[in-house]
């Protein structure tokens, strides 16, 4: 695809399509805007007729007809109640050149704004243009919703060098240290560019992403990419809490959107935390944790219990009787031993043993096919939204990794960490306060 | 090609305007397109002058030499601008060609029809007035693509009777040397020989491709096992001679095709999709892992197709054929890095990291090309 896509005259929004009952009043009008907006000027007028949420992103989550607000003061994908499916994409920069990718990034936000609408690519972008011509958008989205569908965009460590950007380089976006126990993959780690699509329908996530890379082909390559199929843990309290492959809720004490001061003192980088091109923004911590589901699965269900620390049914802390009851861990049991074990799961990942560090999950369960060796390569690509990586993910990595029994299950295959900028105003496009900065 | 066939070629609409921009039908006598006498020799081309002004230039072609001849206007790259083919001893034939941009072009006599010819710069002055209209020009751009076809396969023809003699004369170290110079020919009009069905699997099949019962395993691929892997095999002279049998074929039945413009543009990007899924992987040249010659070749040949295209990009996109030149340009630096000497490393000698940086390449190549199709007919 070259760099001059305009959208095509025809009027074909994917929601459109004849088997999808006709949409509500608001989204009529939407889709009236986006038939007549040239290229040059859809980036304002698009921001402007979707509704530009001055607040959190998270309030209009749940609109009616399931499309997400793209723009606001956040990006919509952290604190937005988990979506169900996930298809993450990191990517690497083939370009010196940042012009280049800036005229990338512009056409990445105006194609991602009208997925998350529900809509193509590109005006009739599926069947609407020349029949001679490849057409601009793939077409798997065809008459589905638009899903919840929300695209969230980071930028790696990697890419400030490679564009001459270091002076902008935030001190908080390092390389991870190494784990006890860690098994990384170099080609399912690390990447300069990352986006994150989760939505209710996976074919939605998967086109979302299948189109950006498409657009990005001699400008960005694809370096990995990861599936999830599960959400495993709940970012709003109207959320029930998910189960992990482990067969355990996960993400019971996970931060939520209705706790702003503490997404800001937890999630949301601050002014002054380091270049201002971040402030409102996030670190998104990316692990692809292999779990060796077939051993945990021959693990007594005693044992499973005393290793996570909660019950499996209910997933109460041990010795309490419901989920959201809080975790007791210094109560003991008769023969004097804590009832909640002293490398339990949730002992070691809490905010008491870790000086009141919280971090923000969002990850998904996985299966990519089997190993070769008869076991699922099956496991949970963790996902975590934190204001600083290396004063919260990483003390709670160092104590898992050397103290949590469940690490005999566990393998971390995958590592990356992008910084998410802020949310767009209108007319502004992914990337642009770094570009301009 | 014979100028019967160019005609052949053309889609009932186009063909009336190609007419009038090159054709051998004597030109209106004006004084100003007075013919440019050529007189092509069996050693010697010689022009009454070697400059034009921009527009519709003629010629007049007087073979006076002994061998049948043929003359060719070229643009840059070696763009056929105009030809005129099999002048008998003796025989005067005209070639009027349209040249709107002025430059320096390359003026060629090709006694015995074969090889580069003996060539000599051609300077047009000036800008002529774009009067041909969007059907001419894609026209134009099939003819001179199929005249680039033409010309690869008489390569082919010559080349591949080289290898075909080493390998019936026990010379297994100058046939393999000969194998992917002899390819790089084929595979340049690969997608051309695939519209024939027949051809494609006899001279370019693989062991493992599904075959109708009693049809064998011939062609490159069987040559190349032998060569390689078993040694040269009973039956191994009478393969050859298929190969250039079936080659042969081919040149003849490439006179009749008839190329669109949108199969051009095709042609260009199945080239890149070639490279994709069958040189990256090594799949293509298994035995010799001569892959890299195939993929340069599949990437020389579909510059081609859309070198002649790029008169009808340019006026449809202005932003396409830049991206395409810098596309075009980065695959071809990259595949520099992997010469050796003449040729190229072996694909066994590449890294993943390598064949990653490739597949790269190509793909940042493959979209706009994709985009040629659908530009050259809005």
Same mark, same amino acid.
């Given at each position: 695809m070259s760099d001059q896509d305009t959208p095509q005259a025809t009027p074909n929004p994917r929601t459109a399509a004849p088997s999808d009952p006709e949409p509500s009043g608001p989204r009529l009008s939407r889709r009236r805007l986006f038939g007549v907006a040239g290229a040059g000027v859809a980036l304002a007028g698009v921001g402007a007729a979707a509704g530009? &949420? +001055?607040?959190?992103?998270?309030?209009?989550? &749940? +609109?009616?007809?399931?499309?997400?607000?793209?723009?606001g003061d956040r990006q919509a994908g952290i604190i937005t109640p988990a979506q169900g499916r996930l298809h993450f994409v990191a990517l690497d920069v083939t370009t010196p050149d940042p012009a280049a990718v800036r005229r990338l990034l512009q056409r990445w936000t105006l194609a991602a704004e009208r997925m998350t609408a529900g809509l193509e690519t590109t005006e009739g972008g599926a069947v609407g243009g020349n029949v001679q011509a490849p057409p601009a958008d793939t077409g798997e989205a065809l008459g589905l919703a638009a899903s919840s569908l929300t695209l969230t965009f980071g930028i790696g460590a990697s890419l400030f060098a490679k564009l001459g950007l270091d002076a902008q380089r935030p001190a908080a976006l390092a390389d991870l240290p190494a784990f006890t126990g860690d098994k990384l993959d170099p080609a399912r780690s690390g990447g300069d560019l990352c986006i994150q699509a989760c939505a209710d329908d996976p074919q939605v996530a998967v086109h979302a992403v299948r189109n950006l890379v498409r657009m990005g082909f001699g400008t960005t390559s694809v370096r990995w990419s990861q599936l999830g199929f599960g959400r495993t843990s709940s970012t709003s309290t109207a959320q029930t809490t998910p189960r992990n492959l482990f067969g355990f809720k996960d993400g019971t004490n996970n931060l939520k959107a209705e706790e702003p001061a503490e997404l800001d003192r937890h999630v949301w980088v601050q002014p002054g935390d380091g270049p201002d091109w971040m402030a409102g923004g996030s670190y998104l911590v990316a692990r692809r944790i292999r779990m060796h589901i077939e051993i945990w699965d021959r693990t007594s269900l005693s044992e499973q219990e005393i290793i996570v620390g909660r019950t499996k049914g209910e997933g109460a802390p041990l010795g309490r009787a419901a989920e959201f009851d809080t975790a007791d861990f210094s109560a003991k049991g008769a023969d004097g031993e804590p009832v909640i074990a002293t490398e339990a799961h949730i002992r070691l990942a809490s905010a008491e043993s870790l000086g009141g560090v919280k971090i923000l999950r969002r990850g998904y369960n996985f299966v990519d096919g089997t190993d070769g060796q008869g076991h699922l390569d099956a496991g949970l690509f963790f996902i975590a939204f934190v204001r600083d990586p290396a004063t919260q993910f990483v003390p709670m990595q160092r104590a898992l990794s050397t103290k949590d029994v469940m690490m005999e299950y566990l393998e971390h295959t995958g590592s990356a960490v992008f910084?998410?900028?802020?949310?767009?105003g209108p007319g502004s496009y992914w990337g642009q306060a770094l570009f301009d900065a | 090609m014979s100028r019967r066939s160019a005609a052949v070629l053309l889609t009932t609409g186009v063909a009336a305007v190609l007419a009038g921009c090159t054709s051998t039908a004597p030109p209106a006598s004006d004084a100003a397109n007075a013919p440019i006498e050529v007189r092509a020799g069996d050693t010697s081309c010689e022009l009454a002058k070697a400059e034009a002004p921009a527009g519709t230039i003629s010629f007049a072609v007087t073979n006076?030499?002994?061998?049948?001849?043929?003359?060719?206007?070229?643009?840059?790259?070696?763009?056929?601008?105009?030809?005129?083919?099999?002048i008998g001893p003796g025989l005067t034939r005209p070639l009027i060609v349209e040249v709107p941009d002025g430059g320096t072009y390359t003026t060629a006599c090709k006694p015995g029809m074969a090889g580069d010819g003996i060539r000599a710069p051609f300077t047009v002055t000036g800008t002529a007035t774009r009067s041909v209209d969007d059907n001419a020009k894609l026209a134009e751009a099939a003819a001179g693509y199929q005249r680039y076809v033409t010309s690869q396969i008489e390569a082919l023809v010559a080349k591949n009777q080289e290898f075909v003699d080493a390998v019936k004369g026990g010379q297994v170290e100058q046939a393999k040397a000969l194998f992917p110079i002899s390819r790089t020919y084929w595979e340049r009009i690969e997608p051309v020989a695939e519209s024939f069905g027949d051809i494609d699997p006899k001279i370019d099949g693989r062991e493992d491709d599904e075959r109708e019962p009693g049809v064998?395993?011939?062609?490159?691929?069987?040559?190349?096992?032998?060569?390689?892997?078993?040694?040269?095999?009973?039956?191994?002279?009478?393969?050859?001679?298929?190969?250039q049998a079936d080659i042969l074929d081919l040149q003849n039945r490439v006179r009749t095709v008839e190329l669109t413009p949108v199969q051009l543009a095709n042609g260009a990007k199945e080239l890149l999709d070639e490279v994709a899924t069958g040189k990256i992987t090594g799949e293509e040249d298994r035995y010799s892992h001569t892959d890299l010659y195939d993929f340069k070749a599949n990437v020389e040949g579909s510059q081609a197709a859309v070198a002649a295209l790029r008169p009808v990009i340019d006026e449809k996109d202005p932003q396409l054929g830049p991206t395409l030149d810098q596309r075009f340009a980065a695959v071809e630096a990259l595949l520099e890095t992997y010469r050796a000497g003449d040729g190229f490393v072996l694909y066994t000698q590449l890294t993943p990291e390598d064949v990653k940086k490739m597949a790269d390449a190509v793909d940042a190549l493959?979209?706009?090309?994709?985009?040629?199709?659908?530009?050259?007919?809005?």
């Open positions: 530009y &949420a +001055a607040g959190s992103s998270a309030g209009s989550a &749940a +609109a009616r007809d399931g499309v997400v607000a793209f723009r910084a998410c900028p802020p949310g767009l | 006076t030499g002994s061998k049948v001849t043929e003359f060719y206007l070229y643009g840059t790259g070696d763009r056929i601008m105009g030809e005129v083919e099999n064998a395993f011939t062609g490159y691929h069987r040559l190349e096992k032998d060569l390689w892997v078993d040694g040269l095999q009973a039956d191994s002279p009478a393969m050859a001679d298929q190969l493959g979209e706009p090309v994709s985009q040629v199709a659908g530009t050259v007919t809005a």
